[in-house]
């Protein structure tokens, strides 16, 4: 038997978190047989609701699931975690500016960068799923200093996703025939959903479509999918972010297929003219349990505007919380 793998889920009483646990302790995030040991941090309010779905985890009696515990200490919550899952954050309130939101997350992030720092596995991965998920991926890693920053991501999967199936559904093929595509900056509207690398049975995508639709229809509709989402749902993505969680996690331990990458947001090495040490989505391969960035790409102008456009917002991002200290 393989030896179990601790995974902190922060957030946990949340709607990320409901759908994201059943389907860690069902086996969908590492593989079928590795034994999975569960952290779940809340709030000191909200830690009933997690012990709650604590209990009905228990009553999955899924085979795999060796051990829950529900705490509100950070430091418990990450002592000796493999995978830390990052859910749970501070949302934008009517009228708060983006310098609070960062300011409220940094509250939240820091301290938890400080847990994973002092008692977390050697081999920790973390990512951040909570808004904004690359700046707050950004401030864990900044209290971490003992961890490689390279074990800091944050997530874009989800819109990576939501590119395969707009892209796929225009061109009326499977998701799984399309290759290559790619989210470029910040898990933000200013995002830039990339084809023009991308391959759909061996074929350029971005020559089988119109440059109008990708401009005013494909970019713009991927990113305002989480708005579009809300107005219909009347609420945010949960279950489609859980499952982007789980494919981000999956694939970096699992690996990319051959020939292929995915998106994820990772510590820049200053690719394609972003500044070094900023968590940007880029195009990312998995292999031997690393995302590393895909070089060598030509990027045309009209992709360069638009990655330039979203590293400078994740730059102010930046720039903001070193004004606050939280970097
Ligand atoms: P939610 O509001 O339903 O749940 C958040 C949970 O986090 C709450 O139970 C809250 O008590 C908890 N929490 C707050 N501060 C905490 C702390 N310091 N420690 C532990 N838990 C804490 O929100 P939901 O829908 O589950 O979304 C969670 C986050 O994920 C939001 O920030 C949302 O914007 C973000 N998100 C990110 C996506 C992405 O693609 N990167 C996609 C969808 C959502």
Same mark, same amino acid.
């Given at each position: 038997t393989r030896s179990p793998v601790t995974v902190t889920v922060t957030g946990a009483a949340g709607q990320i978190g409901y759908a994201l646990l059943f389907r860690i302790a069902s086996g969908q995030l590492i593989d079928a047989e590795t034994p999975i040991k569960l952290r779940l941090l809340e709030i000191p309010k909200a830690v009933t609701a997690a012990e709650g779905t604590a209990m009905e985890l228990t009553d999955c009696?899924?085979?795999?699931?060796s051990d829950i515990e529900v705490t509100d200490d950070a430091r418990k919550a990450f002592d000796g975690t493999n995978i830390a899952m990052l859910v749970g954050a501070r949302p934008r309130s009517q009228g708060m500016e983006r310098g609070d939101l960062l300011e409220a997350n940094g509250g939240i992030f820091k301290p938890q960068g400080e847990a994973i720092n002092a &008692? +977390?596995? !050697?081999d920790v991965r973390v990512l951040a799923v909570g808004n904004p998920a690359n700046t707050n991926a950004l401030i864990t890693q900044a209290h971490a200093p003992?961890?490689?920053?390279?074990r800091f991501t944050a997530m874009t999967r989800l819109d990576h996703n939501r590119a395969l199936a707009q892209l796929a559904a225009k061109l009326g093929?499977?998701?799984?025939?399309?290759?290559?595509l790619a989210i470029w900056g910040?898990?933000?509207?200013?995002?830039y959903p990339d084809i023009f690398h991308a391959d759909v049975g061996g074929e350029n995508a971005a020559e089988q479509v119109e440059q109008d639709w990708i401009r005013d229809d494909f970019i713009p509709t991927v990113s305002k999918r989480g708005a579009a989402i809300i107005e219909a749902? &009347? +609420?945010? !993505?949960a279950a489609s972010a859980a499952n982007a969680a789980i494919d981000h996690v999956h694939t970096w331990v699992n690996g990319t297929d051959e020939g292929d990458w995915t998106s994820a947001g990772v510590v820049s090495?200053?690719?394609?003219?972003?500044?070094?040490?900023l968590i940007s989505s880029f195009p990312v391969t998995a292999r031997d349990g690393r995302y590393e960035i895909v070089q060598g790409l030509d990027i045309d102008a009209f992709s360069r505007e638009r990655i330039d456009a979203s590293v400078q917002e994740l730059t102010e991002e930046r720039d903001t919380v070193r004004r606050l200290g939280l970097v």
């Open positions: 009696a899924f085979p795999l699931l &008692g +977390a596995a !050697s003992d961890v490689p920053a390279e093929v499977s998701v799984a025939e399309i290759r290559r910040n898990h933000s509207a200013t995002q749902r &009347g +609420a945010s !993505s090495d200053g690719s394609y003219g972003v500044p070094e040490g």
